[in-house]
Nanobody, 123 residues
Framework: QVQLVESGGGLVQAGGSLRLSCAAS????????MGWYRQAPGKQRELVAT???????NYADSAKGRFTISRDNAKNTVSLQMNSLKPEDTAVYYC?????????????????WGQGTQVTVSS
């Protein structure tokens, strides 16, 4: 199995910064894409940012210019630096990983989610 463990959420005032981190562990052959998604109360889960193994990044329009995603392939970790936070950034943030696992029949691509970490931005 694979576990994604997030850390770094909390309460911050508007304009402040937070850094989220996520560490993947378990039966992992290699990790393709890692990313962060968020879900606000009453809304669907949405993409925040993703990063591939070659450091190609993709950001939601709401995150561009304020958030920076990075990863450490050697440690199987991904981080999200969030600056200039706004009240509308308040949500539960989930770490996501698309990775290869070795099975008896060969390599298989699977996706995993973290348990989520709360980010609250006060006005």
């Amino acid at each position: 199995q694979v576990q994604l463990v997030e850390s770094g959420g909390g309460l911050v005032q508007a304009g402040g910064s937070l850094r989220l981190s996520c560490a993947a562990s378990g039966s992992i052959f290699s990790i393709n894409t890692m990313g962060w998604y968020r879900q606000a109360p009453g809304k669907q889960r949405e993409l925040v940012a993703t990063i591939t193994g070659s450091d190609s990044t993709n950001y939601a329009d709401s995150a561009k210019g304020r958030f920076t995603i990075s990863r450490d392939n050697a440690k199987n970790t991904v981080s999200l630096q969030m600056n200039s936070l706004k009240p509308e950034d308040t949500a539960v943030y989930y770490c996501h990983a698309l990775l290869l696992q070795r099975r008896l029949t060969g390599l298989r691509m699977n996706e995993y989610w973290g348990q989520g970490t709360q980010v609250t931005v006060s006005s």
